[in-house]
């Protein structure tokens, strides 16, 4: 170490720093007239550091930094090491944020408030390990890396290894360990610190924290705005002069949204929308913010009152007090910066500093003290009160910010070492009570509470230790608890000592409150150490303690029976009850377990106690039960076969019962210590056994008070399922699901089973069957009485069912007895759950119960058991399969197990059987009971009970009787499988002496027996299903008492024997094939007689087949026909998913090179991302190309559904009516979008249109099969024509005056045809059709002009608006060919893949554009084809290039798009036309290339090509020579590319780029002339370009010197162009399209290893902050902030980011992930829905809002699914049919 002395010898002195803090700190409120601001902050900051440091600066500051404006840790972290540096033997201590990711290890961590942070995690070693995986829902949790009492075992984490002294054990084994680790990482960095130095620091923190303290004093506890200005005044205030300037302060809550918060503000102090905002944000952010301040005492109160109205919470201080706040929260703030920093290399002084001034009291001068009444208490409470208690108690007084700052200040004060740790949980305890009276009544925002950092304290095995033992705190906590729910409050405080004399009220305060949970698992918490267990287990005062507060909870809220009358109000108080209830019995558990760790001594005492205090408690000796309504405790007397027994009196129909009797579930955990009660552990405190053990110490008449309460709920619980309390309502059946079926299953009723269970060892086992059918009130109905005095005949047989089951259970169920270790327990749930059947994971845990569901060994054990199968498909989830040889270890009669489940596995299991033995009617026989040591082992002698056999006996007999005298009997069928089963258990158990029983013990007057029954039952037609069962009992029972059996037997052999039986069947076989032979003949004349007419069908002309094929509408059902005008509902939307290639980016041009030569080939999507965290890596990209890289225009699309016209008009004006009748609803569609729902498929369309093209007519039919000459014959024909057509005075002012050729009237927003009469020659009206069609298009070309490059005309001429064939018709064959990239097998083409509907929406929108050529020549519309047709062959023509109207070259536009026009108008012809648009677009993308490769050359690495693709393009480089040889500087640049690139890349290039043409032309072909296609190639395994090259009959470019007329054309082309290149090369610009599979943003394989990146991968680029809720943009990877109001668009509405991003990039649609909600966001237009995200756990089912903690993995089916919905345009559908299937109330347009 060296001394800080010798760096500053020479320094200079100067003044005392404190005084001069001192000044400044109490004058700032005046001088700033009580204004604080920014600059007041660092002001304050100025000064504390001054006064820190004074003349030693430089020892904290790094060298050559200037004055500090900011914080110290700030201008350190340049210098110093960072966190990523190794700190060993230290602990992380980060503090969550809202939002912030958390890890949780079960195999690591001691408990699971074990979390590590994110940086931790990915530092540590957890492979194979079950980890889980949290968003922090709530800020205030604590990372515990470095802290060994957490950890079960070294997790190695690089960041804070674990010193070599230090030792990973058990808590039991080293519960000090952590004591003895010794900082050497701190002990080589520390320093000398010159003792004015350290006096310095001392007085300054210890002024800081007093200013801080003695400002508090004055701050009220409660939000409340004065009543009257006398009241203002009268507050308590730290201003000397007591100024009349008072400031109004809201403080945050959850109770109002911010938008609310936000306008209510506005219109309270009148400010702007912008101001509320920012004051909201303050508030929500801070935890409070100042809204006014004024002098106006009226108006102050007024606007106070105003604000208070809705429930916010507002104080109105004077602004002195308020200024001291504010200053108090940036000395909080300045202390949390100190305990970062270091002092030279040393960073523990400074934490040592500050803790040592928070362990010490406050200065005795402190006027607050002797002025504050709240202060004069605690000094009279607690002896010396320390800074830190103040600090404790007066946390409620400060707000958000200030509270997490003040926690982080402990935590880091808990990092120093061990003897801190316990110095601030033994001030932490003894204030405790304090700060729990404050959570539990005063606290307004609770989640902030320090209250929450008891996790930190409680969990620490040592500390909880050392604060139980010498604080008592858990006689403390018990207190709390005892006291708050008897509602011992005075002046919110909760009184100390309770009063035991009072009891609970289940309406009170205390239990409608929710807050009390926290504390119970405090409790919990602190209870689950191991030290503290035994502590519990072998010191009486614990459990007596407990004992007494599970008193005060016991038969609180009874029921009681309605015989008569419904009950006219029911309460829901049974709720708040049954949440006490839940958290006390899991705190009873942990109590219970503690004894493991005890001896038998410590055992048999905790057992008396409790027995003599629920003995105390039932007997009424106490007044915890209410008189009123529970009776004293009786006995009578009761005779069951020919013996009396003595029963405790009670009837659960007419008297008072409670779920609620928490010590008797304490109890039943003891009696599960079955290791400390068998016989040899008993003889060491001189017992016998527990029977011994528990009569020594209670009567038998005790035991039987102490079963009958769980007795009496056991009964109740029958009684409520067979519909006995129907009259009491749904209360009594929510509390019987709770307690039975529910979370209350394993900690209440199964304790309840086995407290009955035990009665079965401790008591006569008659005695304790005969209480029970007393309770169930059975005993008649066991004597032979088949009627019953309350119970109806169904209601009878239901008790009779449910009291089997319970004697089935506690006879059979052996968890317990066995002492199951907990893998066996989950191991056991986990088999019986899987018998069921596969099922996947959140199946599976609704099977078995909750408590396994939490459990740490259930993956481990599922992995034992099951067999799993991941999910193939994009719907389907991970499933498990029991495994094979585990269904011998499943029982039908498992306790869990309902009567529905049981009879489902027994038919498993039964079938199982008969496919492993081939035995068709097997028998499923019981496992034996088993348990070879502990009191248990008694359990088998039941079955030698007469009383167990009468039960059996009349259980059969009863129901035999009844079914001979009534037939079918209720519940039989259940009964008599219990009954049944019964015997089988009693002959495996006890088999030769329950043998002898059944044969010869008799009842009723013919002394029947068992036997008897059961030989009846065997042949019973009424119970043929259990013959088996029968047959084997008898079968055993005869191995034993043949002669008995065999003669019974016999007996019924004669009178009913099998051959009956066997004749009726081999009867019912003859009918059934008489009745098939019948029916076969039947089938054969029906198909005879019909053969004719279906030939005749055959023969039917094509018109009249294709009518027929149409169906009928989908509205009236009338067959559709050409009587009436009808269509396709169709839509048509934005769109902006063609990709565009403006700049040269390398991954698309390496993407090109290598991807697949083939697109209808199958391509799977690229393996996911694995992103692991490493030390000061880059950020990680989610994107692909940005949302600028795209084409607008509108896509198509059809249902495939048909509509009349008239029924369309008629179903329209009905979804009008409902969104008028609807006004609230955000509905699936907008009317002022013309939209609507298809009826049948829900798909969402705003278009009608026609059905028929050209195709449909005979005429046209045979024009399609006219053979047209050879091309160049084509050609010269075409040219003749050309020429010799006549001037028509219409054409003139048909073509756009910018030369391109393109045709005015298929504009958009043309209006020149839109009024002219449709011609005659039409078979019917598609004008309306058409109508729809140029509503939407001119709608969203208004909309969308600025998206289009190409100049609008003049205003008065025609042609504006979107170019329908280019932005409509080709746009929309270009998307649904991207769709299909990727998609295909061998021996198909893209047509073969492509569905029936989207060639009928592309005819449709083809028939749409003629019908406009056909109105733009009304006077001759037999001609108007050929007219428009010759002006676009021209364009075609290179000798009309001279024209004005063809000035344009025809390279600079899409050559698809006149291939579009040809197929408009004359379809015929393009067979040939596709040839030159072929061979223009090669020469155009050539061109294309060479600009986009140019400015890159040599800059970039390009792999290499496999192929130069010769047999398709020849010598590549000659032919994009002669392409650019016209214009010289495009020539050389063509040189220069070439020579970068080589012949082998460029060609491979070209064919990328060239393919898609290829495959949309055979698409339009397809879809309006398919005579067209030729042949296919019979080699499937041809290149994909071959294969379509073939089909559309298109001679190779390898092949054009072979064709003179292709050579001239593409001269005459190139030479245009080049010319114009020559005089404006900036006008062309030859745009490429993106070649490849479209894919969505970069997601990683593991979701939460984004949370490990850099924050600038989540940073959103709007407000440069990491988003609480970030959205991944699916399209282009852009980070967004979903529903905050940081990035909104207040001028639109207020639309959130997400759907300003959406407008910037998707146009109208938008996909986003959301991360932290692990769901799929889609937007469309306003609307939204979520979906299933693309991510799996590891169970192969998604985790919406990662609510269940597992790690999720990127699952490539369901991600792929998610780009084909996008890549179909999908999302408008998807969104509507969700919206349609719910009452959605909108704001999707706020995210």
Known sequence: MRSLLSIHPNRERHTDPLARLRFAIETMATSRKYQFTQSTRAEVLTELYSALWGPYSNLFLPPSHGPLSGLLSEAQRTVYPTSDTPQPGRTCGRIFKKGDSCYRCRDCGLDDSTVLCAQCFSSSIHAGHNVSFYIAVQPGGVCDCGETEAWKQNIHCSLHPVPESSNHGTPKSNPNRSAAIVDQWAIRNRATVPHELREFMSRTVAYALDFVLDTLDFSPDEMSVPQNEQDLKKQPTADPVATDLFAIVVWNDEKHSFDECAQHIKDATGCSLEDATETTTKIDQEGRDIVQISSQIPLVLSTARQIANIDMAVTVRRAYDTFREQVSAVIVEWLVDLMQCRLANDAIILREVVAAEVYAPRKKDSSSLSSNQEATKVLAEIKDAARLDWLLLYHVRLWKRARLNLKHILVSMLTINHEHRLTVAVHFSNVYHRIIDAYLLVDREAETSIKYFAVQIFTIPSVAAYIVRHNGIISRLLAIITGFFTNYIVNKRIVFPPDMTRRVEIDSYPFRSKRFMPVFSDLRYICTNRTIQEMIANHHDYIAQFITVCQIFMGINPNKRAASTHVEYETESWISVFNVTLSLSRVVKVYGESFQHGTPRSLLHAITAVIHAILSTCTLSNDQLDKTKYQPIAFHTVEFGDTEYQVVTFDVLSQWVSFHHSLHWLLAELFKHVHLLDEESLRSIEMESLTDMVLKNASERAILTVLDFPLRVIAMVAQIRVGLWVRNGFAIRGQLLHYRDFMLRELCYDQDLYILQTCFVILDPNLVIVSMLERFQLLHWFTGATAHAYYDGAQLFGMVEEFLYIIITVLSEFANARHLTPVEVVRRELIHGLALGPCAFTDLCKRVAERIVDDMNLDKALAMVANYRPPTGTTDFGTYELKEELFDEVNPFFYHYTRNRREEVEGILKARLTKKSGDPSPVIVPRPFNVRSGPFTTIPSVFRSEVLLQVVFYTIHNILEQAGTEGAVPSGDAVIDQGLHLVMLGLVEQHEFFAHLAAQKGFEAENRTLVDELCVL?????????????????????????????????????????????????????????????????????????????????????????????????????????????????????????????????????????????????????????????????????????????????????????????????????????????????????????????????????????????????????????????????????????????????????????????????????????????????????????????????????????????????????????????????????????????????????????????????????????????????????????????????????????????????????????????????????????????????????????????????????????????????????????????????????????????????????????????????????????????????????????????????????????????????????????????????????????????????????????????????????????????????????????????????????????????????????????????????????????????????????????????????????????????????????TARKLDTTIDSGGWDTV
Not at 1236 to 1251: A, D, E, I, M, R
């Open 1018 to 1774: 065997e042949y019973h037609d009424n119970f043929k299903a259990f013959r088996p069962k029968v047959k084997w009992c008898l079968d055993q029972i005869t191995q034993h008492e043949e002669s008995e059996v065999l003669k019974k037997r016999k007996m019924l052999d004669k009178a009913s024997g099998p051959d009956a039986e066997t004749a009726k069947k081999q009867a019912a076989k003859a009918r059934q094939a008489a009745i098939m032979k019948q029916f076969a003949a039947a089938q054969k004349s029906f198909l005879d007689q019909y053969d004719d007419e279906d030939e005749e069908d055959e023969t039917m002309n094509e018109e009249e087949e294709e009518e027929k094929a149409l169906g009928p509408c989908i509205v009236c059902q009338d067959n559709l026909d050409s009587t009436r005008a009808f269509g396709v509902l169709g839509f048509i939307q934005p769109s902006r998913i063609v990709k565009v290639m403006p700049t040269f980016r390398a991954e698309d041009i390496v993407t090109t090179i290598t991807g697949p030569t083939s697109l209808d080939r199958h391509s799977p999507p690229p393996p996911p991302h694995n992103l692991s965290f490493q030390s000061g890596q880059e950020a990680t990209s989610f994107g692909r190309a940005p949302s600028d890289e795209t084409r607008f225009g509108l896509y198509g699309s059809v249902c495939g559904h048909l509509m009349h016209l008239q029924c369309f008009a008629v179903y329209s004006t009905s979804i009008e009516q409902r969104h008028i009748s609807q006004p609230t609803r955000n509905h699936p569609e907008v009317v002022e979008r013309k939209e609507f729902l298809c009826p049948l498929c829900k798909s969402l369309g705003n278009v009608l249109l026609p059905v028929h093209c050209r195709l449909s007519s005979a005429k046209a039919r045979s024009q399609s099969n006219v053979v047209l000459p050879p091309l160049p014959d084509w050609l010269r024909s075409v040219g003749i024509e050309v020429l010799r057509s006549p001037a028509h005075p219409r054409v003139d002012g048909l073509l756009r005056p910018d030369g391109s050729g393109e045709l005015v009237f298929w504009n958009a927003e043309d209006s020149g045809s839109t009024e002219r009469p449709l011609p005659r020659v039409r078979t019917f009206d598609t004008r309306l059709m058409l109508e729809t069609l140029r509503l939407v298009s001119v709608s969203v070309s208004e909309q969308t002009q600025h998206l289009r490059e190409r100049p609008e005309p003049e205003p008065g001429e025609r042609g504006s608006g979107m170019y329908l064939p280019e932005e409509m018709i080709s746009y929309t064959i270009a998307c649904m060919e991207i769709a299909q990239r990727g998609i295909g097998d061998e021996g198909t083409l893209i047509i073969d893949n492509i569905n029936e509907s989207a060639l009928r929406a592309i005819r449709g929108l083809v028939a749409c554009m003629e019908l406009r050529t056909w109105l733009e020549f009304p006077d001759m519309p037999d001609n108007s084809r050929l007219v428009v047709s010759r002006l676009i062959l021209k364009r075609l023509l290179p000798e009309w290039t001279r024209e004005a109207a063809y000035d344009h070259p025809l390279l600079l536009r899409d050559t698809f798009t006149v291939l579009v026009e040809i197929a408009i108008v004359c379809p015929e012809v393009l067979e040939h036309v596709v040839v030159l648009t072929y061979y223009a677009f090669v020469a155009r993308t050539a061109i294309g290339l060479i600009e986009l490769l140019a400015p890159v050359i040599g800059t970039a690495e390009l792999p290499d090509a496999e192929l130069e693709h010769a047999d398709l393009f020849g010598d590549v480089k000659i032919f994009t020579l002669s392409v650019c040889r016209h214009s010289q500087f495009l020539e050389d640049t063509a040189r220069n590319v070439l020579g970068w690139t080589g012949k082998a890349r460029f060609a491979r290039l070209l064919y990328a780029h060239t393919l898609p043409f290829l495959r949309r032309a055979l698409l339009l072909i397809r879809s309006v002339h398919p005579g067209a296609l030729g042949e296919r190639l019979e080699d499937p395994t041809a290149l994909e370009y071959h294969r379509i090259m073939k089909v559309l009959k298109i001679p190779p470019l390898s092949e054009i010197t072979q064709h003179q007329h292709l050579r001239s054309l593409m001269s005459g082309w190139c030479s245009h162009f080049g010319a114009r290149h020559n005089h404006a090369p900036m006008q062309c610009e030859v745009l490429l399209e993106f070649p490849n599979i479209h894919r969505l943003a970069t997601l990683p394989l593991i979701l939460d290893t984004i949370f490990l990146q850099p924050k600038q991968t989540l940073t959103c680029k709007r407000c440069c902050t990491v988003p609480v809720d970030p959205a991944i943009c699916l399209i282009c990877g852009t980070i967004c902030c979903h529903q905050s109001h940081c990035c909104i668009d207040l001028e639109n509405e207020k639309q959130g980011e997400c759907n300003m991003h959406m407008r910037e990039c998707g146009g109208a649609i938008g996909v986003y992930f959301l991360l932290k909600r692990c769901m799929v966001l889609y937007l469309y237009a306003g609307n939204g829905s979520f979906a299933t995200p693309p991510y799996l756990d590891i169970h192969g089912e998604f985790d919406y809002m990662m609510r269940r903690g597992r790690r999720q993995l990127l699952h490539p089916q369901r991600f792929d699914e998610i780009r084909k919905t996008w890549l179909n345009h999908g999302i408008p559908t998807l």
